[in-house]
């Protein structure tokens, strides 16, 4: 059964940095893109990141900040210089394939974690 659990949340400085973990299991993360999207209060989803076998694609406006990386079954979300913009629900979620143009779109991902706090504030 393939899964996905989200791990690292907190809250945290603004200015601060966090590490977020997806542990991944039941499929082989070499057939699949693994995003990383999060969710504010009354906002939609967004896509933040994405990893697969060749590619890794990041959302425009934190592409500077951001860095994801997988290390077997894991895939990881570095944030670092976080603001409150940045409070959310990280969810990481997985498909087939790569992180096409569409790496940000949310609903052609099948699986998903249970997503984990991310707070900025002093």
């Known amino acids: 059964q393939l899964q996905l659990v989200e791990s690292g949340g907190g809250l945290v400085q603004p200015g601060g940095s966090l590490r977020l973990s997806c542990a991944t299991s039941?499929?082989?993360?070499?057939?699949?893109?693994i995003g990383w999207f999060r969710q504010a209060p009354g906002k939609e989803r967004e896509g933040v990141s994405c990893?697969?076998?060749?590619i890794i694609r990041h959302s425009e406006s934190n592409r500077r900040r951001f860095t994801i990386t997988k290390r077997e079954n894991t895939v990881y979300l570095q944030m670092t210089n976080l603001t409150s913009e940045d409070t959310a629900v990280y969810y990481c979620?997985?498909?087939?394939?790569?992180?096409?143009?569409?790496?940000?779109?949310?609903?052609?991902?099948?699986?998903w974690g249970q997503g984990t706090q991310v707070t900025v504030s002093p």
């Open positions: 039941g499929f082989t993360t070499a057939d699949y893109a």
């Open positions: 990893i697969s076998q060749y």
């Open positions: 979620a997985a498909r087939r394939g790569s992180c096409s143009d569409n790496f940000h779109e949310s609903n052609t991902y099948n699986y």
